[in-house]
């Protein structure tokens, strides 16, 4: 079984900067696409961003590339979101996520495709 557990949430006003954590705990070696989902009120859950732990490839949504970095310390077991130059449409509930996938090495997927799932750290961003 594989735990996830987010921090780094906050609240900053707009153009700041924050940094989200995953601890990873459990077995998690089948799990190669591991990424950062965020979810506002009243809207869908989307994909931010995601990277492939065997290959290190990395899918970064339009709407915060240049702006949020995802990037992972194998040693410490955790995943990372750098967020720069927030934007209050950036304010929502932030998840890790992990899931295996061997038919591709694309890790962007649905929500629906990822197994497990963090508790989720708000990040609020004002204007």
């Known amino acids: 079984q594989v735990q996830l557990v987010e921090s780094g949430g906050g609240s900053v006003q707009a153009g700041g900067s924050l940094r989200l954590s995953c601890a990873i705990y459990g077995y998690t070696y089948s799990r190669n696409c591991m990424g950062w989902f965020r979810q506002a009120p009243g809207k869908e859950r989307e994909g931010v961003a995601v990277i492939n732990i065997d290959r290190g490839s990395i899918y970064t949504a339009d709407s915060v590339k240049g702006r949020f970095t995802i990037s992972q310390d194998k040693a410490e077991n955790t995943l990372y979101l750098q967020m720069n130059s927030l934007k209050p449409e950036d304010t929502a509930m932030y998840y890790c996520?992990?899931?295996?996938?061997?038919?591709?090495?694309?890790?962007?997927?649905?929500?629906?495709?990822?197994?497990?799932w963090g508790q989720g750290t708000q990040v609020t961003v004002s204007s």
């Open positions: 996520a992990a899931t295996s996938i061997y038919s591709s090495s694309w890790c962007y997927r649905p929500p629906n495709e990822y197994a497990d």
